[in-house]
């Protein structure tokens, strides 16, 4: 089996944090480092005429064209600049669960759901629609120096409030950032820990009807996304070191280094299932059938039954309070 | 210096601080290529002119015209002058560790009993709540990276001008390619790297400073004080294009410079001042104040 991350492991490390570098990448993303670039160091001085591969005419940089433009035969030369691509997945994570089992999960929790549920859910729900889908996410690895301040009750005097400050290591492994657009964060969430990282693969195996997303977001964007993720981490880390009961206006600064992104492709069924007319949205896990979450109906009877219950026995209590207090 | 032309082999002449030249018998654009010393290292980034020459001819006429303070000769001057010039500066990045130490405030509420006068003139006692600030101090350390400090490399243009036109975008930053420099003017850095880092150390600083400021906690903070030393510095030399436009407006007096960020418009310059604008317009703000006081005088009668 090839190993789908050799090609990232060859990526050079940015000489200051320690980051992977993209090829794309002028400056480090993490800490701006320039790249080092791979020019022949030039030996004496000398004036060059910069020559139109097409005509051989002198070429003069072109502010309309912004980028060097020849004057007679109007071709335009290309210049290394920071690319920002539309990233596609790297690795994907197989399907463990065929559409037939994912039916059967399905099943298998509309009949757990409770007793407030109708009792012929798992018998009359029709599955409408099932698509296996291939959502996107990014995972980070981060060793981070985090800097923080929060106000709290610990040390309080005449004010509620205390301030504190700290500064902390934090090291993740393999935090989950979704970028699907079909899939909310709640969702994603219970996902996340089912999925085995370890059986990514470079392609998507053959799965009739499956869709795979894609990242919608440009890399600069993605960035963006992460370093807020990475800041969330931080703070959530911060908090367990801050004194006291209460808190509040907790900040925290990062210093990241050896900041690893990868892009995978997560294995899910999106269900639609009908019953008594209705349509409802389930998602079964693509790797682990154990779970199931999504919408189902609730018995309005069974709950009525129960109110009505309740204040009956509310009122017979009542009425032998009363009766015995005579 | 004296060089070769490639195109037709004649002598070409370029001053020492010049990166590019032209050819006096071909006129083919020429662009210095020398080996990079610790003093005078090559560009290793650059970012190049976006605005065209008629964008930023437009942004300086309309600046010239709204200086009102200036001699009407500088507000009439004609603006066609305009050369476009790659101005070498340093860009400067660093880890920033730091140590601060600042007061917060943390506020509270003291309920308080005071005598006042009713509307029927008798004295009574009540209460009202008060807002309060506890000062405590607070020390900690803060960590994060600096970037995207430009600090000028060139005697011609000074650091203020340069931060005037500022920022950049950065988005559009190139590995640097002589190609870019060519048929534009280019100046060679006149300082060294470890001439500018202060400069930049002292940007980055402030940068910090301001950071801390978002990074206290309470309600309020104040003397806040910070010590940052500054690891894993980076200092490069890019290539900047900034737009440079003489006015002149007067043939016994120098004329002004203006400065336009090649890229994004941004425009600086020091316009002459009218002092006979200026004295009309004390006396006349002296006038008004005066007036205001006259009636209020006349109101309290």
């Not at chain 1, 064209?65 to 690795?91: M, N, R």
């Not at chain 2, 010393?37 to 010239?64: C, H, M, Q, S, Y």
């Not at chain 2, 400090?149 to 011609?156: D, I, K, L, N, Q």
């Amino acid at each position: 089996m090839t190993d789908v991350w050799e090609e990232e492991r060859g990526k050079p490390g940015c000489g200051r944090c320690g980051s992977p570098i993209e090829q794309e990448d002028l400056r480090c993303a993490v800490c701006f480092l320039p790249v080092p670039a791979n020019a022949a160091a030039v030996q004496k001085v000398v004036a060059r005429i910069l020559r139109c591969d097409g005509c051989g005419a002198a070429l003069t940089y072109d502010v309309d064209a912004k980028a060097p433009k020849c004057a007679f035969c109007g071709s335009v030369a290309h210049l290394e600049e920071s690319e920002d691509p539309i990233d596609a997945a790297d690795a994907y994570l197989p399907f463990r669960v065929d559409p037939a089992t994912a039916r059967e999960a399905l099943k298998t929790w509309l009949g757990s759901l409770g007793w407030f549920r109708p009792g012929d859910l798992a018998s009359e729900a029709t599955v409408a629609d099932l698509t296996p889908l291939w959502w996107v996410g990014w995972t980070f690895d981060v060793e981070a120096l985090v800097s923080w301040t929060a106000d709290s009750n610990a040390g309080a005097r005449r004010s509620a409030w205390a301030p504190h400050s700290g500064q902390v290591p934090l090291t993740v492994r393999q935090a989950l950032v979704s970028a699907s657009r079909g899939l909310t964060n709640d969702e994603v969430e219970k996902l996340a820990r089912h999925f085995d990282l370890g059986s990514a693969v470079s392609e998507p195996h053959a799965m009739q009807g499956a869709a795979i997303e894609r990242f919608d977001v440009p890399r600069s964007s993605a960035r963006r996304i992460i370093d807020r993720a990475v800041l969330a981490q931080a703070k959530q880390h911060a908090k367990q070191f801050v004194p006291g009961s209460r808190m509040r206006k907790l900040a925290a600064a990062v210093l990241p280094q050896r900041l690893r992104t990868r892009r995978y492709a997560f294995p899910s069924y999106v269900l639609a299932y009908r019953y008594r007319g209705d349509l409802y949205r389930a998602i079964v896990h693509g790797q682990d059938p154990s779970c199931v979450f999504g919408k189902a109906p609730w018995s309005v009877a069974k709950i009525l039954l129960v109110v009505l219950g309740s204040a009956a026995a509310l009122a017979l209590i009542g009425f032998l309070i009363f009766a015995l207090s005579r | 210096m004296q060089l070769e032309c490639q195109s037709c082999g004649a002598r070409v002449e370029i001053e020492a601080d010049r990166r590019t030249g032209k050819c006096l018998y071909c006129g083919s654009p020429q662009v210095v290529d020398r080996p990079s010393t610790a003093d005078r290292p090559n560009p290793e980034l650059a970012i190049g002119f976006a605005l065209p020459p008629e964008k930023a001819l437009e942004v300086a006429r309309r600046w010239v015209k709204g200086a009102f303070f200036a001699p009407q000769s500088f507000r009439k001057a004609a603006v066609e002058e305009i050369r476009g010039l790659y101005v070498p500066t340093y860009l400067y990045s660093a880890i920033a560790h730091s140590q601060y130490s600042a007061q917060i405030g943390e506020n509270y509420t003291v309920t308080e009993t005071y005598t006042t006068t009713d509307s029927k003139g008798r004295t009574v006692t009540r209460t009202r709540t008060k807002t309060k600030t506890e000062w405590r101090s607070l020390q900690g350390l803060h960590s994060i990276y600096v970037s995207d400090h430009v600090v000028t490399a060139s005697r011609g243009i000074p650091n203020d001008e340069l931060e005037a036109i500022e920022p950049f975008d950065f988005r559009d930053l190139r590995r640097f390619d002589p190609i870019l420099l060519s048929g534009w003017g280019a100046e060679e850095p006149s300082y060294a790297p470890a001439q500018c880092v202060e400069l930049a150390r002292g940007e980055a600083a402030a940068q910090v400073g301001r950071m801390l400021g978002g990074f206290m906690p309470g309600d309020s903070h104040r003397s806040l004080q910070h010590s940052t030393r500054f690891d894993g510095e980076d200092l490069r030399l890019a290539m900047m294009p900034v737009w440079v436009l003489p006015v002149r407006y007067d043939p016994e007096k120098p004329p002004v410079r203006l400065l336009v960020n090649g890229q994004t418009g941004k425009i600086t310059g020091k316009p002459p001042k009218s002092w006979l604008k200026i004295t009309v317009a004390i006396l006349l703000a002296l006038a008004v104040v005066a007036g205001v006081v006259l009636l209020a005088l006349e109101a309290s009668r």
